[in-house]
């Protein structure tokens, strides 16, 4: 899977995660557990980005 390819599927996850976070109580388990998940797609995309920054910098290098 391209980083393309990941960075789009983690896109869509988070876009389903906040969308059941909003239906979900904010007391609940899992309004807590959907938080999580949206900050590792968070973390996630942040990496996946840094990595699409790095990657062709890194080709030209070689």
């Known amino acids: 899977m391209s980083p393309d390819n990941a960075i789009e599927r983690i896109l869509e996850l988070s876009a389903e995660a906040q969308i059941k976070r909003r239906e979900a109580a904010e007391d609940s388990p899992a309004f807590q557990n959907l938080t999580g998940a949206i900050v590792a797609y968070g973390k996630a995309l942040g990496l ?3 990595l ?3 990657q062709p ?5 070689d």
């Open 48 to 50: 996946l980005s840094k």
């Open 57 to 61: 910098e890194r080709c030209l290098n």
């Open 52 to 54: 699409k920054e790095v």
